[in-house]
Structures are given as structure tokens and as C-alpha cells.
């Protein structure tokens, strides 16, 4: 299935943790989580991908939603993702990859996220 | 194995209801992880092709309208010397829809303009290296494939 979890890093940054694989199933049991989990207090949010294997259109849609959140707020949303992955596969097949930054390094998603 | 696999030799074939659900799809989603596995084909390849299907079965569910007959999927698989490939055949009496003449949709300059749905076939056409449709009058055949060098 899947598994969410987050940890604040400071003042300003959170991290939020995925694993499993965001199918419609695994992407509906955590979408709700992830988006309360972004409109939290911290501006900068990094979400932590490269614990999923892969990632389906439902869920996608959850970190549109969870950026746009993010966004209205006045913070920034980054992913980490490894390059080459099939998640990588499907940020980019729907042109996501060039709306929410992707990072292949947690350090970069998170410097960026509070840039 | 789930209860409604019917593997009829290898790679094999499997049947989901006519009016299936979610969790039927999440079954069918790992008797295709599971027959890959068990047919050396590559993690990268099996986790496109079960991602595909899973979109491919969302679509149906979701749009495919009433289908009183079982959708059936058909896993190919064929080692050749230099090149091999893996196929997906998802059967099912919905609706006719050929996702290959759809229209594509038009890249969200913004993440503001950005839609949180519909976007299970741009997955489907960019993670499949050979994508097929037909017609045959009373169901449609979608397969979808994934190529690896030995």
C-alpha cells in the first residue's frame, strides 16, 4: 500500500515522506494526509518521493492539489524523485515535472523550497 | 494469486468482472507484477506496464459505460535475440474509445491552470513504447507494450 509521514526541519521548512505505489488505491490513502499535511505552517514543503515506486495519474492530481495549496499561501513546493524512475516517467509524460521543481537530491529540493 | 486469475500457460491471461472496481483493478495490478516477476521481465519494464494498466483500467471503469462481459487481459511476452518485449491486452465490451486518436491535451503553461484529473492517457502514451488499438464490433482490444535489449 502506501505510507505517509512528515517532519518539520526548522522554522520554515517541512518534509514530507511517501512510500509505496500511488495507484488510485495508495493515492487515495494518503491524498487527504498529504494535502493537510502541505497547507500546515511552513512555507518551504519538500515531498519525498523516492520511496514510491510508482506514480499514477490520482496521484499526481494530489500534488497538483497539494502544490496549488502550497502556492496560495505564499510558499513553495518541491519533489524529490530519482531520475530515471517510472515516477520520473510520469511527471514528465504529463508535464508536471515542469510546473513543481524536481530535485534528485533531498539538500537541493530543500534549498529551493526555501529560496 | 488472486481467486480470479486464470493463468492459461505462460505469461498467461487474467479476468476482472464486467462491472469492476477499484480493488478488482489493484488485483489484476499485481497478478501482472507477479507473472512478470516470474517471466524475468526487467523491474523498469514491469512497473511501466503495471502502471499503464492501471491507468488503462481506471479509464475503463470510469468511462467505459455498461459491460456486461469480463474484461480480459493477456500478457505477451517475446525474448528475441537482441530486442525483447512485453505486451499488455486489455479486452473490454464498454464503449468504443480509441485512446490512440484522442486528442492530446495541451501542456498547463501554470501550475494555476494545472488540472488535478484526466491525465491517465498522457501517462499511458509516454511510458509505453508500442501502444495498439482495434475494434472489433462488439469489444476493444488496447495493448500496450514495453522493449528492452538483452
Redesign the interface.
Known sequence: MSTISFADVGEDLRRIMISGQL???GA?AIASQLLEFASGPKKAVVVDLSGV??????G???L??S??AV?GRGGKMALVVDRGS?VM??L?????D???PVFGRISEAEKAALA | MPEQAKLAGVPGTYELPGIAD??D??LA?EWLDTACRQNNVPS?QA??L??CL??VL?NVIRHGGVRTQPITLQLEIDTGQNLCEASVTVSDGGRAFDPLSAPKRP??A???E???????L??I???SDLLRYRHDGERNHLTFGMRWKQ
Open positions: 495507484d488510485a488505491p487515495n515506486r510508482f506514480l499514477a495519474s490520482v499526481i492530481g494530489a497538483i492539489a502544490a496549488k502556492k517510472t516517467m510520469s514528465e509524460a504529463t508535464g508536471v515542469q510546473l513543481i | 477499484g480493488a483493478a489493484r495490478s523498469t512497473d511501466r503495471v502502471l492501471t491507468e481506471a501542456r498547463p501554470s501550475l494555476d494545472a488540472p488535478t484529473s484526466g491525465m491517465g498522457e501517462i502514451r509516454g511510458c
